[in-house]
């Protein structure tokens, strides 16, 4: 019987479990896993007990080994922090289980993120004869889906992306994060970097902006950020010269992260206060809203796509493949908001078409390395239809 191990029960958690729950003739029992068990009762109970608990600190490599043969787990779904990403790949290989993930590692004490420690992991996936698949979110992961979608049925040779990603939600708080406060904060407030003709170009974080016409949301800023999906996007499309990835944010979001970076708020060192050694961003974390708790409040729309430029039997041409997600859509359904919900439902996707071998493969893959049409089709009939435009 198959038994699906979700690890993190989070925002991002909480979409996973419900959407398995509704697919349950392929993910068979469903065991949520994280490191406290209050978040994962909330989730059983709004699922009439569907699903099986239990506590597990993933930091810890043989925990998760015990906890993996306890459950007998087909897959590893892992959406806690990318703070965990290598040590539930170590158990993974131990016990040889197929494993996927939405974001990519992170050091606690190193705001950077990069696939080198997951990659070099590929051949030890290869000895164990499994599967690893990063970034099965929506950026990464639709996103990574799009460009391949893209590559495969509209273009000969893709010259330039850009990633578009715009949350135009409104929680009515005057400052929170939708996901994470501590990897969003991390993520935004970092230099930016795109890739152009072979080479990485640095900007100052938030440096460039451009005004971008959203389908059903409208005009929004939209500023370069460096995001990971491109590392790997650089490598698997082929005849690529430039691309870029976008996120909107409103004045009152760039005004309260400027001034928290500017008293020090966003620091990733520990400090002391008043004889105890405290992490500012991690005190910040405690201070705002918890980000699963806004799904109640949040109205509006996201809309993340990528605009892709390039030939096609001789002649230029421009796509615009996009998906718009209502916020209070995603709360009548699974309990979410929009950001959560269209991380969630890609995880589950992707968990999907592991277990019925449709994606298949050993080694530790990106998304755009898989064939793009059945992941496709599963967004059009799991809640996140999407849509193309010749611009
Ligand atoms: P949350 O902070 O809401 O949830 C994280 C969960 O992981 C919490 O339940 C937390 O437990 C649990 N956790 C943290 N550390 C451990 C540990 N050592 N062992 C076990 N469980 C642990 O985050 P989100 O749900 O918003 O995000 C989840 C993941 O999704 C993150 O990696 C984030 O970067 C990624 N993401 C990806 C996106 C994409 O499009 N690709 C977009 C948005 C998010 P506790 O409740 O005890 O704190």
Redesign the pocket.
């Given at each position: 019987m198959t038994t699906t191990l979700i690890?993190?029960?989070?925002?991002?958690?909480r979409v996973v479990a419900h959407k398995c729950v509704m697919n349950k003739d392929v993910f068979g029992r469903i065991v949520l896993a994280?490191?406290?068990i209050g978040?994962c009762e909330t989730i059983k109970d709004e699922l009439n007990g569907a699903i099986d608990i239990t506590t597990?600190?993933?930091?810890k490599t043989e925990e998760v080994i015990k906890l993996i043969n306890e459950t007998n787990a087909s897959i590893v779904i892992n959406?806690?922090?990318?703070y965990?990403d290598l040590t539930i790949m170590d158990a993974c290989i131990a016990t040889k289980t197929p494993y996927l993930d939405?974001?990519n590692y992170e050091h606690p004490d190193e705001a950077k993120f990069e696939y080198k420690l997951q990659w070099e992991r590929d051949t030890k996936f290869k000895e164990a004869g499994i599967m690893g698949l990063l970034?099965s979110?929506?950026?990464?992961?639709a996103t990574n889906v799009f460009c391949a979608y893209a590559q495969k049925h509209y273009f000969d040779e893709i010259h330039t992306i850009d990633i578009l990603d715009c949350n135009a939600g409104d929680h009515g708080y005057a400052f929170a994060t939708n996901?994470?406060p501590e990897?969003n904060l991390r993520e935004v407030s970092a230099n930016g970097r795109y890739w152009e003709n072979g080479e990485w170009i640095e900007t100052k974080p938030l440096e460039i902006m451009q005004v971008w016409d959203y389908p059903e949301v409208g005009p929004k800023d939209s500023y370069l950020l460096y995001h990971e999906e491109m590392e790997s996007l650089v490598q698997n499309i082929k005849g690529l010269k430039r691309i870029r990835f976008f996120m909107t944010f409103g004045q009152s979001y760039i005004k309260h992260m400027e001034v928290l970076q500017n008293v020090g708020m966003l620091g990733i060192e520990p400090i002391e206060h008043q004889g105890q050694q405290i992490i500012p961003i991690e005190f910040l974390k405690t201070l705002l809203p918890d980000?699963?708790s806004l799904g109640a409040r949040t109205k509006g729309k996201t809309n993340i796509g990528i605009v892709a430029e390039g030939i096609k039997d001789g002649k230029p041409r421009k796509i615009y493949i996009y998906q718009v997600k209502d916020h209070e859509e995603c709360y009548a359904e699974v309990k979410s908001q929009g950001?959560?919900y269209t991380?969630g439902v890609p995880a589950m996707i992707g968990a999907k078409l592991m277990l019925q071998g449709i994606w298949s493969g050993q080694g530790v893959f990106n998304m755009e390395q898989m064939d793009p049409d059945a992941f496709m089709d599963e967004m059009n009939t799991q809640g996140l239809p999407w849509q193309v435009k010749e611009l």
């Amino acid at each position: 019987m198959t038994t699906t191990l979700i690890i993190g029960a989070g925002g991002v958690g909480r979409v996973v479990a419900h959407k398995c729950v509704m697919n349950k003739d392929v993910f068979g029992r469903i065991v949520l896993a994280s490191r406290s068990i209050g978040r994962c009762e909330t989730i059983k109970d709004e699922l009439n007990g569907a699903i099986d608990i239990t506590t597990v600190d993933a930091d810890k490599t043989e925990e998760v080994i015990k906890l993996i043969n306890e459950t007998n787990a087909s897959i590893v779904i892992n959406v806690a922090l990318p703070y965990q990403d290598l040590t539930i790949m170590d158990a993974c290989i131990a016990t040889k289980t197929p494993y996927l993930d939405t974001a990519n590692y992170e050091h606690p004490d190193e705001a950077k993120f990069e696939y080198k420690l997951q990659w070099e992991r590929d051949t030890k996936f290869k000895e164990a004869g499994i599967m690893g698949l990063l970034g099965s979110g929506f950026d990464p992961g639709a996103t990574n889906v799009f460009c391949a979608y893209a590559q495969k049925h509209y273009f000969d040779e893709i010259h330039t992306i850009d990633i578009l990603d715009c949350n135009a939600g409104d929680h009515g708080y005057a400052f929170a994060t939708n996901f994470n406060p501590e990897i969003n904060l991390r993520e935004v407030s970092a230099n930016g970097r795109y890739w152009e003709n072979g080479e990485w170009i640095e900007t100052k974080p938030l440096e460039i902006m451009q005004v971008w016409d959203y389908p059903e949301v409208g005009p929004k800023d939209s500023y370069l950020l460096y995001h990971e999906e491109m590392e790997s996007l650089v490598q698997n499309i082929k005849g690529l010269k430039r691309i870029r990835f976008f996120m909107t944010f409103g004045q009152s979001y760039i005004k309260h992260m400027e001034v928290l970076q500017n008293v020090g708020m966003l620091g990733i060192e520990p400090i002391e206060h008043q004889g105890q050694q405290i992490i500012p961003i991690e005190f910040l974390k405690t201070l705002l809203p918890d980000p699963a708790s806004l799904g109640a409040r949040t109205k509006g729309k996201t809309n993340i796509g990528i605009v892709a430029e390039g030939i096609k039997d001789g002649k230029p041409r421009k796509i615009y493949i996009y998906q718009v997600k209502d916020h209070e859509e995603c709360y009548a359904e699974v309990k979410s908001q929009g950001v959560s919900y269209t991380t969630g439902v890609p995880a589950m996707i992707g968990a999907k078409l592991m277990l019925q071998g449709i994606w298949s493969g050993q080694g530790v893959f990106n998304m755009e390395q898989m064939d793009p049409d059945a992941f496709m089709d599963e967004m059009n009939t799991q809640g996140l239809p999407w849509q193309v435009k010749e611009l």
